[in-house]
């Protein structure tokens, strides 16, 4: 994966990531329209396909609604590095497919705007604009799976299929 990196702050919440006024729909496109609105009205004008979101601590705090990940999910974002995730949206993002690392000195020293390259497989975050490379904890193989299957109910019906 490689992209942009899109910086926010600390607890962020699924309000912000999705606000509340959109949980009528669960269409992802719909969704991505209105990803970061609230924080960040230029969110869906500068988020290309491949960009990686970068974020401080507790990210995806608040509610346990899923619509969050699937927001940024379909906004195009291919990665989301933080700090620390909230353990509902970490648990969702997976589950949907959308792959996360947390990474507290990455998150801290990648600025908005730098080229990033993120291998999930291995953990390995590279920060192309300053040169310099992170480590994260890689997924466990079966994780990897599921990000791979694009999320977890894809993941189960090709397990099902063999």
């Given at each position: 994966m490689?992209?942009?990196?899109?910086?926010?702050?600390?607890?962020?919440?699924?309000?912000?990531?999705?606000?509340?006024?959109?949980?009528n729909t669960?269409?992802?496109?719909?969704?991505?329209?209105?990803?970061?609105?609230?924080l960040d009205?230029?969110?869906?004008?500068?988020a290309?396909?491949?960009?990686v979101?970068?974020?401080?601590?507790?990210?995806?705090?608040?509610s346990?609604?899923?619509?969050?990940?699937?927001?940024?999910?379909a906004?195009?974002?291919?990665?989301v590095?933080?700090?620390?995730?909230?353990?509902?949206?970490?648990?969702?993002?997976?589950?949907?497919?959308?792959p996360?690392?947390?990474?507290?000195?990455?998150?801290?020293e990648?600025?908005d705007g730098?080229e990033v390259e993120?291998?999930v497989?291995?953990?390995?975050?590279?920060?192309?604009?300053t040169?310099?490379?992170y480590?994260?904890?890689?997924?466990p193989?079966?994780?990897?799976q599921?990000m791979?299957?694009?999320?977890?109910?894809?993941?189960v019906k090709?397990?099902?299929?063999?």
């Open positions: 490689r992209g942009k990196a899109i910086k926010y702050g600390d607890n962020v919440d699924t309000d912000v990531i999705i606000p509340a006024r959109y949980l669960s269409d992802p496109d719909e969704l991505a329209g209105h990803c970061m609105e609230d009205p230029d969110f869906k004008a500068k290309k396909p491949g960009d979101m970068v974020a401080g601590r507790n990210f995806g705090c608040g346990s609604r899923e619509h969050a990940p699937i927001a940024i999910k906004s195009g974002v291919s990665c590095i933080a700090e620390s995730f909230a353990r509902i949206f970490y648990r969702n993002a997976i589950n949907i497919g959308l996360i690392l947390e990474c507290p000195e990455a998150a801290r990648i600025n730098d993120v291998d497989a291995t953990g390995t975050i590279t920060d192309i604009t040169g310099k490379t480590k994260s904890q890689p997924f193989e079966f994780m990897q599921i791979a299957s694009d999320g977890l109910i894809n993941y090709q397990r099902l299929e063999r």
